[in-house]
């Protein structure tokens, strides 16, 4: 009878046949992106059409392997002792195993005595910290290893995890650093962060080997580690098939259960078992479509008004908003109406592309209207303005309450939330009372939202679609990146569905906007007229989780993004206004 092994990892499912021999006739490895039940049922047909439906003995494996075998009816073995048995079978003569998962790192130490040492709550050094970065160089984890190979110079770069490692390989990428050096330098990161970590100061020596998907499929992560540790050839131990060796070792022990292919994947589908089913839930975003298309109608009433550019005529008012890694500007007509906008990453060269947009804002305006005043604000403000002659410049929460004060004329409190940024303003007597900023921290911004959409391989537009009706949001609490993955990683355990775990990020978010940021300690402190800005808004499911827990109806613009611009141009507008109103008035006082 074959022997199979299925290991169930952060993420992805390795799944291998053995025969009697020990001869590998079988084997996958697969991302679930948070789906483990659907991948290891995919991962199941896969073998039934390959091999055909057999009676196998079996076991199950992994980090997020034990709720699945519940479900399954397949006994779990703990991953140590399943790494453990194939080392001692296959490779004997291993002294110390570095293991890279996708957010998993171990370091196991034999000898007299096994020793095992493990990553906590940090996924820095792993292969999601790699394909976080591999996003900033716009490739994937493959195309990282190909650069490292054509590296001249390593740079530092943190690695405890990815929000400090981003600050490090964002200023090589605009400075124009080699994107060679920048892959090589990133997997040096790993390999700081995995000695330092788990060894904590016990030598590395003897015959090493290396286990893990990372490990195997990228040849310079190894090579950094060879070169770190001065690893001679001869002490490298580098098996064949070092990504599957926790399944084969689900294989080969002793405590399987002897079932069908088929009788695992009906135990899979039809299983009620609750282990699969989050425990700590919050209240759904929406009960129906029903329920949401009536909010979606309440939050369309905040929408821009727009006018044709080709038929404007007269005087024209130019807003920009130049940000740090964005740029948006809009043209509005004396009535308010948006003639023109834009929204768009500046990459990194706010001058350049502001002028490129203006070039274009030109080449639309009609011979007879004409751009009468404009205002900027952000964090160019003061290039800008020097640059372009710009009339006015303003700082941000001027700009900002000007517009919001637009949309909903006697605001009193604003939150406004952006990628990496978070400022709440609060407005007494039609002016700011006070401004409160995010610090450090960015796990209530649109970045923290992004980072876990791209991780489970979604688009951030149908990454927060997916949360509006789930079925039982996750509790995630209001925590940083870093502590949030393992909070994931353990709901996925439980069952949590894609749509589930987005959900509750967008309850985190609110969580950390209100509780950290703001502090705010009574629904009631935050005002009754609520304006609700910046990108991160567009998310509905982020806004409607501000409207649950701040137990308030909020008014967010349909430029909730452009309100930084929108607000200048509403600037220029009024300014202009006033000053035709004195030249129309120094006739009557000079006479």
Not at 131 to 154: F, H, P, R, S
Not at 459 to 470: I, N
Not at 481 to 498: I, L, P
């Given at each position: 009878?074959?022997r199979?092994?299925?290991?169930v990892?952060?993420t992805?499912?390795?799944?291998v046949?053995?025969?009697?021999?020990?001869?590998?006739?079988f084997?996958r490895?697969?991302r679930?992106f948070?789906?483990?039940k659907?991948?290891?049922?995919?991962?199941?047909?896969?073998?039934?059409a390959?091999l055909g439906?057999?009676?196998?003995?079996i076991?199950i494996?992994g980090?997020?392997?034990?709720?699945?075998?519940?479900?399954?009816?397949?006994p779990f073995v703990?991953?140590?002792?399943a790494?453990?048995?194939?080392?001692?079978k296959?490779?004997p003569?291993t002294?110390?195993?570095i293991e890279l998962?996708g957010e998993?790192?171990k370091m196991t130490?034999f000898g007299?005595?096994?020793?095992?040492r493990?990553n906590?709550?940090c996924a820095?050094?792993t292969?999601?910290?790699?394909?976080?970065?591999?996003?900033l160089?716009?490739?994937?984890?493959n195309g990282?290893?190909e650069?490292a190979?054509?590296y001249e110079?390593?740079?530092?770069i943190?690695?405890?995890c990815?929000?400090?490692?981003?600050?490090?390989?964002q200023?090589?990428?605009?400075?124009g650093a080699?994107?060679?050096?920048?892959a090589?330098s990133i997997f040096?990161?790993v390999?700081n962060?995995?000695i330092?970590g788990?060894?904590?100061?016990?030598?590395?020596i003897g015959?090493?080997a290396?286990?893990g998907?990372?490990?195997f499929?990228?040849s310079?992560?190894?090579q950094r580690f060879?070169e770190?540790?001065?690893i001679?050839p001869?002490h490298?131990?580098?098996?064949e098939n070092?990504q599957?060796?926790?399944a084969m070792?689900a294989a080969f022990?002793?405590n399987?259960?002897?079932?069908?292919?088929?009788?695992i994947?009906h135990?899979?589908?039809n299983?009620s078992?609750?282990?699969l089913?989050p425990k700590k839930?919050?209240?759904?975003?929406?009960?129906?479509?029903?329920e949401?298309?009536e909010?979606?109608?309440?939050h369309?009433e905040a929408?821009?008004?727009?006018a044709d550019?080709a038929?404007?005529s007269g005087p024209t008012?130019l807003g920009?908003d130049a940000?740090?890694t964005?740029?948006?500007?809009i043209l509005?007509?004396?009535?308010?109406?948006?003639?023109?906008?834009?929204?768009g990453?500046?990459?990194?060269?706010p001058l350049?592309n502001?002028?490129?947009i203006?070039?274009?804002?030109?080449?639309?305006?009609p011979d007879?209207?004409?751009?009468?005043?404009?205002?900027?604000?952000?964090?160019?403000?003061?290039?800008?303005?020097a640059?372009l002659?710009?009339d006015?410049g303003?700082?941000?929460t001027?700009?900002?309450?000007?517009?919001?004060?637009?949309f909903?004329?006697?605001?009193?409190?604003?939150l406004?939330?952006?990628g990496?940024?978070?400022?709440?303003?609060?407005v007494?007597?039609?002016?700011?009372?006070s401004?409160q900023?995010?610090e450090?921290?960015s796990?209530g911004?649109?970045?923290f939202i992004e980072?876990?959409a791209?991780?489970?391989?979604y688009?951030v537009?149908?990454?927060?679609?997916v949360a509006l009706?789930a079925?039982?949001?996750?509790d995630?609490?209001?925590k940083?990146t870093?502590?949030m993955n393992?909070?994931?990683?353990?709901?996925?355990?439980?069952g949590?569905t894609v749509a589930d775990?987005s959900a509750?990020?967008?309850?985190?978010?609110?969580?950390?906007?209100?509780?950290k940021?703001?502090?705010?300690?009574r629904?009631e402190?935050?005002g009754?007229?609520?304006?609700v800005?910046?990108?991160?808004f567009?998310n509905?499911?982020?806004?409607r989780?501000?409207?649950?827990v701040?137990?308030r109806?909020?008014v967010r613009?349909?430029?909730a993004g452009l309100?930084?611009?929108?607000?200048?141009?509403?600037i220029s507008?009024?300014?202009?206004?006033?000053e035709m109103a004195?030249?129309?008035e120094?006739?009557?006082?000079?006479?």
């Amino acid at each position: 009878m074959n022997r199979a092994g299925i290991d169930v990892g952060s993420t992805t499912v390795k799944l291998v046949v053995l025969n009697e021999k020990n001869d590998l006739l079988f084997s996958r490895y697969e991302r679930h992106f948070s789906d483990v039940k659907a991948a290891t049922i995919k991962v199941l047909n896969e073998v039934i059409a390959e091999l055909g439906d057999q009676t196998v003995s079996i076991a199950i494996t992994g980090s997020g392997g034990m709720g699945l075998s519940d479900v399954a009816a397949i006994p779990f073995v703990q991953e140590v002792i399943a790494a453990t048995t194939t080392v001692e079978k296959l490779i004997p003569q291993t002294d110390v195993v570095i293991e890279l998962g996708g957010e998993d790192a171990k370091m196991t130490f034999f000898g007299d005595s096994l020793e095992q040492r493990m990553n906590g709550t940090c996924a820095g050094g792993t292969g999601a910290f790699i394909d976080q970065m591999a996003e900033l160089l716009k490739t994937d984890a493959n195309g990282v290893n190909e650069l490292a190979k054509g590296y001249e110079t390593i740079y530092p770069i943190a690695s405890r995890c990815g929000v400090f490692a981003k600050t490090d390989v964002q200023p090589l990428i605009n400075e124009g650093a080699r994107k060679e050096d920048i892959a090589a330098s990133i997997f040096q990161a790993v390999v700081n962060q995995t000695i330092a970590g788990l060894a904590s100061g016990r030598k590395i020596i003897g015959n090493i080997a290396f286990l893990g998907g990372p490990l195997f499929f990228m040849s310079e992560l190894r090579q950094r580690f060879i070169e770190t540790l001065n690893i001679t050839p001869d002490h490298v131990v580098f098996p064949e098939n070092p990504q599957l060796f926790v399944a084969m070792g689900a294989a080969f022990d002793d405590n399987q259960v002897t079932l069908t292919l088929l009788q695992i994947i009906h135990n899979l589908e039809n299983n009620s078992s609750d282990r699969l089913v989050p425990k700590k839930t919050l209240d759904v975003l929406f009960k129906d479509e029903a329920e949401l298309s009536e909010w979606r109608e309440r939050h369309n009433e905040a929408s821009a008004q727009y006018a044709d550019i080709a038929t404007a005529s007269g005087p024209t008012f130019l807003g920009i908003d130049a940000g740090s890694t964005t740029s948006k500007v809009i043209l509005i007509d004396t009535e308010g109406r948006i003639l023109f906008q834009h929204y768009g990453n500046n990459e990194g060269q706010p001058l350049e592309n502001i002028i490129k947009i203006l070039k274009e804002v030109y080449r639309q305006l009609p011979d007879d209207a004409f751009i009468a005043r404009s205002c900027v604000t952000g964090y160019g403000e003061q290039l800008i303005k020097a640059a372009l002659r710009v009339d006015y410049g303003e700082v941000e929460t001027v700009a900002h309450f000007k517009a919001a004060n637009y949309f909903n004329p006697g605001v009193d409190f604003i939150l406004d939330i952006g990628g990496q940024d978070m400022k709440a303003m609060s407005v007494q007597d039609g002016a700011l009372s006070s401004i409160q900023l995010n610090e450090a921290c960015s796990s209530g911004c649109g970045s923290f939202i992004e980072t876990f959409a791209k991780s489970l391989k979604y688009d951030v537009k149908d990454f927060a679609q997916v949360a509006l009706l789930a079925k039982h949001p996750v509790d995630l609490g209001s925590k940083c990146t870093v502590f949030m993955n393992s909070k994931v990683k353990q709901v996925q355990k439980e069952g949590a569905t894609v749509a589930d775990i987005s959900a509750g990020l967008s309850y985190s978010v609110i969580k950390n906007a209100l509780y950290k940021v703001i502090k705010v300690k009574r629904p009631e402190d935050l005002g009754q007229k609520i304006v609700v800005q910046g990108g991160t808004f567009y998310n509905e499911a982020v806004l409607r989780a501000f409207e649950l827990v701040s137990e308030r109806e909020v008014v967010r613009p349909s430029i909730a993004g452009l309100m930084g611009a929108y607000g200048c141009a509403l600037i220029s507008q009024e300014k202009y206004e006033d000053e035709m109103a004195l030249v129309a008035e120094a006739p009557a006082v000079l006479a």
